[in-house]
């Protein structure tokens, strides 16, 4: 289920002392400490001050006001039904809290994730009790959210509680495991015990292996993030070789997409996908960047990166940034396949020059062959069995 798109503005109130209960005092949804306005639309969600409040409803709460209202408004908890109905609701309200600090930490807003991250927290501990496995996805988004924010002693407490829980549960899923491993590996990247994080993003992709498939695009950001770490000591040689498994895996997946796209362009994405493609075209571009700052480059692998960007913006709708080779721009999925020839613009400062490329069907992927009257490279296509290679 979808959160609301973003829209109001953030209004509040002051409280009303005589509005409550004598020993029924508020206190701030951010810091704990005693609050003294209210959210004007809710009026169940408390503040400080004005800037807690702004920051609340840019990171989470324009989203989920209305649904507050009903999950703390609840008076009869003694009613078995109302007890089953707020418990549905804060359940939806964890996923929703999930997407935004999801979304919010791929586009790099560590400070709005938080708050998103926040409200998971709290609202687990509410419907699941304390020292929960249920609790363990939102003690990551907390750590991923502080890690960006380079709070790595609180990073370091939140993996432990996260750590022990999972001790304790050794049935959880592999999915969640997954994501632990990518925490823990993030974390020790950061503070330079470089040789653990390559142990625990092993972990990531084998427990990603385990719960979506050995092919599945699912591994790509474990293998990247491996990648970073061999990079960071210096050994390009299995940089590149992991960045060319990671290319190859989101070709087979762009194309999959644009195949989809091409038969339902107008369904919709969702909020979490937007993200998730965010941080893709981010990914594609560090190891674009790489490719092309190597002595010896490899011109098979930088056309498939080049592809896949050209085709993540194709389905994203950016049809500006993907032209054919007269600079003629193409407006629908049908003439992007169906173009003779086309031209992926990258944008020539990052790659340096175009990369021509000769009509491709999809699942074809491209090798290279020297062509001196372009002074670029020109490709053919090769069997989607054969490895990329120099020709």
Known sequence: MEPDEPGTSAVATE????????????????CQREAYLQCAKCQVTFYCNADHQQADWVGVHERICQMLVSIRSMKDIYDPAVRKRNQLRKTH???????????????????EALHAAHCCLQTSIDLYG?????????????AEANMGLGNLAVVAELLSQAEWAVLKNPELGASVQQQL?????????SVG????????FSNDIYFACEEYG??????????????????RQGRTAIVHSLYSEVAERWHNHLNSLLETHQQHADSSVSFYEKAQRVEMEEMLRVI????????????????????????LWFINGDLHKVKSPDGVRYDSVTQFLRSSQHCLKIGLPLIGDAV????????????????????LQTLRTVSPKKKLQMI
Request: charged letters at 20%; hydrophobic letters at 40%; one cysteine or more.
């Open 181 to 189: 491993h990518r925490s823990l590996g993030h974390y020790h990247t």
């Open 130 to 142: 304390p020292n929960t496995i249920q609790l363990v996805p939102a003690y990551i988004l907390l």
């Open 214 to 231: 050995l092919d599945s695009s699912a591994t790509t950001k474990g293998y990247f993030l491996i990648a970073d770490v061999f990079a």
């Open 193 to 200: 015990n470089l040789e653990i994080a390559l142990h625990h």
């Open 356 to 375: 021509n490329t000769s009509r491709t069907p999809l699942g074809v992927v491209v090798s290279r062959q020297s062509d001196p009257g372009f002074g």
């Open 15 to 30: 409280i009303m002392p005589l509005a409550f209960a004598k020993g029924n005092e508020k206190y701030c949804e951010l």
């Open 93 to 111: 309200l964890i996923k929703i809290c999930k997407l935004v600090a999801q979304s919010k930490l791929s586009e790099g807003k560590h400070e």
């Open 288 to 311: 674009l960047e790489f490719e092309q700052k190597q002595s010896r480059r490899d011109a098979a692998l930088i056309a498939l990166i080049a592809h896949n960007l050209a085709m």
